[in-house]
């Protein structure tokens, strides 16, 4: 060792979202050639698997100056740290740098795992069990009773798509996310059918898998309209439906029930005449089967016009 060496302090940060003992090679070989381990926390996740490699750690917590008194004589003392790193040791050396009185070891932040993508979404679901353990509102809710909000927060995802506010649009994403986190925690509690957000996930991925057969598979599709006739026919498969209606929910909007139902029976091939009767709702039925032969989706095509009206009335009250 060089007496004039000040060493190097190697901050070991490990994603608490990913297997402990699962660190990176850089990370296993700086921590086999340091001169001393160091750990504050007796019960990190990581330390068994550093025991069973063999990687001696010391529990201690080393103020900044100690720190670099340990790295005197070209020493590299690692400090193994939380997910979030070490803020106050970290505000500790940046102070004594600042002071131009000590010469500093080479500093270096080394992660030892990185998070995939997707990873945040753990978290998601822990907090989600805790709020469900702890919270009085949260722990008494049922699928029924959160059923409403589902609505809610899909027409206000809607309208933030619509108004193109990037802000809003990732605030009522997750909104939305939170509902089916939400209602997959309360499936757990289920005495009969247990589910959770797992089986969700894992029953959305099989299902996407098999309805992309061009992707995952050796089919081919080259338009849009490939993929869709695809779908549809692999969907009458597994629905094994009795009607094209099967699966139309009749409590959606009234507009969007109406250009779903002619959807279906348009990619059936079926000859049905509209219903005759008098008053505007069979008025409101035609032009909204006329609209989705046209391409158009009639119930954001009212939602428009809508706002356009919202904007001058406000223009008449002087608001606009």
């Known amino acids: 060792m060089n007496a004039e060496d000040p060493g190097r302090i190697v901050l070991l940060t490990a994603s608490h979202r990913v297997a402990p003992g699962l660190l990176s090679w850089p990370a296993?070989?700086?921590?086999?050639?340091?001169?001393?381990?160091?750990?504050?926390?007796?019960?990190h996740a990581q330390l068994p698997y550093l025991r069973e490699a063999g990687v001696t750690v010391e529990h201690t917590a080393p103020t900044a100056q100690e720190l670099v008194d340990a790295c005197a004589g070209g020493r590299t003392v690692?400090?193994?740290?939380?997910?979030?790193?070490n803020q106050p040791l970290t505000?500790?050396?940046?102070?004594?740098?600042?002071s131009g009185r000590v010469q500093m070891p080479n500093l270096e932040l080394l992660p030892g795992s990185y998070d995939l993508p997707g990873a945040r979404l753990l978290d998601l679901v822990q907090v989600m069990d805790r709020i469900r353990a702890e919270c009085p509102?949260?722990?008494?809710?049922?699928h029924q009773g959160l059923a409403k909000y589902?609505?809610?927060?899909a027409y206000e995802l809607v309208e933030?798509?619509?108004?193109?506010?990037?802000?809003?649009?990732?605030?009522?994403?997750?909104?939305?996310?939170?509902?089916?986190?939400?209602h997959a925690r309360i499936a757990e509690e289920d005495e009969d059918q247990p589910f959770s957000v797992d089986d969700v996930a894992a029953t959305l991925v099989e299902k996407l898998i098999h309805r992309h057969p061009h992707v995952f598979g050796d089919e081919t599709a080259e338009t849009p309209e490939d993929v869709h006739a695809h779908w549809l026919r692999t969907k009458a498969i597994e629905k094994q439906r009795d009607s094209v209606t099967d699966g139309v929910p009749l409590g959606q909007p009234g507009l969007a029930l109406a250009a779903k139902l002619a959807g279906r029976v348009r990619t059936a091939g079926l000859d049905v005449a509209l219903p005759a009767g008098d008053g505007i709702g069979y008025e409101l039925l035609a032009l909204a089967v006329r609209a989705e032969q046209d391409g158009t989706d009639p119930?954001?095509?009212?939602?428009?016009?809508?706002?356009?009206?919202?904007?001058?009335?406000?223009?008449?009250?002087?608001?606009?």
């Open 28 to 43: 296993w070989q700086t921590l086999r050639a340091a001169d001393r381990v160091l750990c504050a926390e007796q019960d």
């Open 78 to 85: 690692v400090v193994v740290t939380g997910g979030e790193g």
């Open 91 to 98: 505000d500790g050396l940046a102070r004594l740098a600042g």
């Open 137 to 142: 509102w949260t722990s008494q809710k049922t």
């Open 150 to 153: 589902a609505i809610e927060e």
């Open 160 to 182: 933030a798509i619509e108004d193109g506010d990037r802000d809003e649009l990732r605030e009522e994403l997750g909104d939305v996310l939170l509902q089916v986190v939400f």
């Open 299 to 320: 119930e954001a095509a009212l939602r428009a016009a809508g706002r356009a009206y919202r904007d001058a009335i406000l223009a008449a009250e002087g608001n606009g």
